[in-house]
């Protein structure tokens, strides 16, 4: 889970190296010309779908594998699409990495899931996944408080009802990749408004659910126990 400590680090870490990006014309010039080399070859185009279906494909890849994230091809998206095309596209594969996620773990099980997944993380969580059925509110909270490739590939394991995953889903990764999308479009444009407006949000929300999520496992537990 994500603790609370982790997300002040995360913080601290984005402050410094959006001061390094706002500070430093060589940082920033190094930085343009690496979204233009890439921007500029054949894989990808803004008027080519293959560019479209590669980056849904990592954003897919993204949800299902732990050393993965799409935070680092979103620039590229914008830059190439816009702030609405990346949204959608962001989104898409996101949806169909939670499916698929879904998917292996529901009819593929346990032998293939410790092969995606460490077994100390499916020890940790696998007994929470496992009372699932009984908190709705849980499967919500943990799309946000949890890593994005853990919950899919439990819930399966579980056998959680499919269409209450997925729309457990749409509603905690509609609001995270649009302050995703324009908060990293903030900082490019150096946008310190929608930078600050973004950034708050985030921390205020990631904050809440994590609490909520502690509060609401403590609470099962509990019951358990009595």
């Given at each position: ?181 324009y908060f990293i479009d903030a900082i490019i444009n150096k946008n310190i408004t929608v930078f600050l407006f ?29």
């Amino acid at each position: 889970m994500i603790a609370q400590s982790k997300i002040l680090k995360i913080i601290l870490l984005v402050i410094i190296l959006v001061a390094i990006f706002w500070g430093s014309n060589t940082v920033e010039n190094y930085f343009k010309t690496i979204i233009a080399s890439i921007t500029n070859t054949n894989y990808f185009d803004s008027e080519s779908w293959s560019s479209m279906a590669i980056f849904g494909a990592l954003a897919v890849l993204s949800v299902m594998l732990v050393s993965f994230s799409s935070i680092w091809i979103i620039p590229i998206a914008i830059s190439l699409w816009g702030d609405s095309l990346t949204l959608a596209l962001l989104l898409a594969g996101w949806l169909l990495g939670s499916i698929f996620s879904y998917i292996i773990g529901r009819y593929a099980g346990y032998p293939i899931v410790r092969k995606i997944i460490s077994e100390e993380k499916i020890n940790n969580y696998s007994e929470i996944f496992s009372r699932a059925r009984e908190s709705f509110n849980l499967i919500i909270l943990s799309r946000f408080a949890l890593p994005s490739e853990i919950p899919g590939y439990l819930l399966g394991i579980a056998k959680y009802p499919f269409f209450k995953y997925l729309f457990a889903t749409i509603i905690s990764e509609i609001p995270y990749a649009i302050v995703a999308v324009y908060f990293i479009d903030a900082i490019i444009n150096k946008n310190i408004t929608v930078f600050l407006f973004a950034g708050i949000i985030w921390i205020i929300a990631a904050m809440a659910m994590v609490k909520m999520y502690k509060k609401v496992v403590s609470e099962k537990n509990t019951t358990m126990l009595s």
